[in-house]
């Protein structure tokens, strides 16, 4: 019952800059929990960032200074910055209900960071 749609992926530099949007359907957009995800080949998907429904928010260490996770009413945000190449991932967008515990996982976006 829930879709989640990812936006802003890309080519960034070293050093730049990227912006991505997961916008959720199908249900009340506030009881979910909100996480970001991303996975490299040969490596098993790692929490990026995690955003509760109250605003508190959690980031993987290497991370942490450079990334911020956001939400609206309406979608979830990561602005990232100071983009390393290491940054080079696969990112899923990935909600949680409260109440059942349930997973929903977007598309994934690829995020390149490469001169």
């Known amino acids: 019952q829930v879709q989640l749609v990812e936006s802003g992926g890309g080519l960034a530099q070293p050093g730049g800059s990227l912006r991505l949007s997961c916008a959720a359907s199908g249900t009340i957009f506030s009881i979910l929990h909100m996480n970001w995800y991303r996975q490299t080949p040969g490596k098993q998907r790692e929490v990026v960032a995690t955003i509760t429904s109250g605003g508190s928010t959690n980031y993987a260490d290497s991370v942490k200074g450079r990334f911020t996770i956001s939400r609206d009413n309406a979608k979830v945000y990561l602005q990232m910055n100071s983009l390393k190449p290491e940054d080079t991932a696969v990112y899923y967008c990935?909600?949680?209900?409260?109440?059942?515990?349930?997973?929903?996982w977007g598309q994934g976006t690829q995020v390149t960071v490469s001169s």
């Open positions: 990935n909600a949680v209900h409260t109440f059942f515990k349930t997973n929903y």
